[in-house]
């Protein structure tokens, strides 16, 4: 089974006028997110950001649940941040994954813009189960990913489908359910999502 990363990136995405932009890192995004992670075997949840101040608020976020009165309050939680690491940007995170899996990672992007996928939800699964190198799931804040980043992935994975017009989760939903698809148990039949 390839080792699974998962990255949060906070630049370069876009506004909703598509401008490029960094977008603060929120401690429910870092909260929920590495509990999915911790929940279906991520090896590490990175999140990106190239804003010193905010890397240092992560910080002690993850100190107070690591390492102080958090951590005896809900040890649970602790476990879940300790997947966390705080990189710089893209290529950092990249490099940091080279380093901890001994291979380059093959680059995953979803976007709730993403109108032809590159794989399905099987075809991932099987990747994984297969693949050699490490996966690095790219998701984005703000209004999503830069065309730049999605160009760099090899594979677009399906995007979250709502069941109407409206198509905005939360990052950390999205998250969640993507990792569902990729990881969770199997029921029933192996495509059961579009």
């Not at 879940?80 to 093959?106: W, Y």
């Not at 996966?135 to 995007?159: K, M, N, Q, S, Y």
Request: proline fraction near 6%; aromatic fraction near 6%.
């Amino acid at each position: 089974m390839a080792p699974l990363y998962v990255a949060l990136l906070h630049y370069p995405v876009y506004d909703k006028n598509r401008r490029v932009v960094t977008t603060a890192v929120t401690h429910l995004d870092i909260h929920d997110i590495a509990r999915s992670a911790c929940t279906f075997g991520v090896r590490r949840f990175y999140v990106v950001t190239p804003v010193p101040a905010l890397r240092e608020l992560s910080a002690r976020i993850l100190a107070h649940w690591g390492s102080e009165w958090g951590a005896s309050y809900n040890a649970t939680r602790k476990d879940a941040l300790a997947l966390v690491g705080l990189t710089e940007d893209l290529d950092q995170t990249i490099v940091d994954v080279e380093r901890d899996s001994g291979e380059p990672p093959m680059l995953l992007v979803t976007s709730a813009r993403t109108e032809h996928p590159t794989i399905g939800w099987a075809e991932l699964r099987r990747l994984r189960a297969e693949a050699e190198r490490p996966l690095l799931l790219l998701f984005g804040t703000g209004w999503g990913l830069t065309e730049e980043v999605i160009g760099r992935a090899d594979h677009r994975i399906p995007a979250v489908p709502g069941t109407g017009e409206y198509n905005h989760l939360s990052v950390r939903g999205a998250a969640a359910i993507i990792l569902d698809r990729m990881c969770g148990r199997q029921e029933g039949p192996q495509e059961a999502h579009p």
